[in-house]
């Protein structure tokens, strides 16, 4: 499992934009005022109305380019949430920056790589988000597997809170010099997460989809966030949750 190194730069525990105001009750408004705007947008689609799903724009550095999809070939996808994170305990650290996973997020790895034992031979590709949270996650429960892993800012979690703020490619490339050799990490801008309110979610979702048809493996996990996956399962996973999800069927 990855750790971070003594010698990482320390994440602020407030992110730069909520200094001002960083109470945590106004971050959880914020939260629930993104969720509302969500399922609003959510159940236009379902409805058939015009809707925020539309792929994403091509000048916008967080979208990788997409080759060719080929959705006539079934794809199984395994979609894992992270273990318990340091923002996972309390409310309060929502504020903290980037959090790496506890003691108990470790051991919820540690069994989680128990449970994924019957999978994971199955599995041709690891798709990582770049939080911390996940990498460890990641590198702790499919520790062992040939699959090799790939990074991808596309799995990130929506920013609602600080917490869902990342490191520069930089910052993790220093603290993880183990990930130098995944696929996507030389093509992550420096900054790859959102750095405001991300309204137009449901693109990346839709983006998301587009990248996983396109691959050629016909088994990936995804290893990412809750908040995330919510909008393609239409559940929360625990810490350490896991689903199969039929390609044809997101």
Not at 15 to 32: F, G, K, M, N
Not at 59 to 72: C, F, G, Q, V
Request: with cysteine; net charge neutral.
């Amino acid at each position: 499992m990855l750790r971070l190194p003594a010698s990482r730069l320390e994440c602020p525990l407030v992110e730069p934009s909520q200094q001002i105001c960083p109470h945590w009750i106004l971050t959880v408004l914020h939260q629930a005022v993104r969720e509302i705007y969500y399922m609003s947008e959510d159940a236009k689609a379902a409805m058939g109305k015009q809707c925020c799903c539309a792929t994403p724009p091509t000048h916008n550095s967080i979208y990788r380019s997409l080759p060719d999809a080929t959705p006539e070939q079934p794809k199984r996808v395994l979609f894992v949430r992270h273990g318990q994170g340091a923002h996972n305990r309390t409310i309060s650290n929502w504020g903290m920056v980037d959090p790496e996973l506890t003691v108990e997020g470790e051991a919820q790895v540690a069994d989680l790589y128990e449970r994924l034992k019957p999978h994971a031979g199955a599995v041709q590709l690891i798709v990582v988000s770049p939080l911390t949270r996940a990498m460890q996650t990641a590198t702790g429960g499919f520790a062992g597997s040939k699959a090799p892993y790939c990074m991808l800012p596309l799995l990130r979690e929506r920013l609602g809170a600080p917490c869902d703020t990342g490191r520069t490619r930089t910052e993790l490339l220093r603290c993880f010099p183990q990930i130098k050799e995944w696929e996507g990490v030389d093509e992550m801008p420096e900054v790859w997460w959102s750095t405001e309110t991300e309204w137009h979610l449901l693109e990346r979702v839709e983006a998301l989809k587009a990248w996983i048809r396109a691959r050629p493996e016909q088994v990936i996990a995804m290893v990412g966030h809750g908040g995330l996956f919510q909008r393609i399962l239409g559940v929360h996973l625990k810490n350490c949750g896991f689903q199969w999800k039929e390609i044809g069927a997101i």
